[in-house]
């Protein structure tokens, strides 16, 4: 069985910083890309940033500059790193897996619960 799962939200001021961390556990034979989408409320789920097996990466426009992923390949890991916050990054933070839990079994998305990120004064 897969888990993906994320710690690090909280709350922040703006101009602030914030690291989240995300794992993958479980039967887990290959990993492709993981990475990180957000929901503010009211609002559709959103791409933040994705992060191959080969440390290539890609961002959303909103948090480019401000946002670095990381990724551990022996650990199953990845770190989203935020600098220089604003309110509207407030949000829940998902992360995501995409794998395959075994040699023959074919790849899906894994999802972690989400983890909130508040931003304000």
């Known amino acids: 069985q897969v888990q993906v799962a994320e710690s690090g939200g909280g709350l922040v001021q703006p101009g602030g910083s914030l690291t989240l961390s995300c794992a993958a556990s479980?039967?887990?034979?290959?990993?492709?890309?993981m990475g990180w989408y957000r929901q503010a409320p009211g609002k559709q789920r959103e791409l933040v940033a994705i992060?191959?097996?080969?440390?290539?990466?890609n961002y959303a426009d909103a948090v480019k500059g401000r946002f670095a992923s990381i990724r551990d390949n022996d650990k199953n890991t990845v770190l989203l790193q935020m600098y220089a916050l604003k309110p509207e990054d407030t949000a829940v933070y998902y992360c995501?897996?995409?794998?395959?839990?075994?040699?023959?079994?074919?790849?899906?998305?894994?999802w972690g619960q989400g983890t909130q990120v508040t931003v304000s004064s």
């Open positions: 995501y897996a995409h794998l395959s839990p075994g040699r023959l079994e074919p790849f899906r998305t894994y």
């Open positions: 479980g039967s887990i034979f290959s990993i492709h890309d």
């Open positions: 992060i191959t097996s080969t440390h290539m990466t």
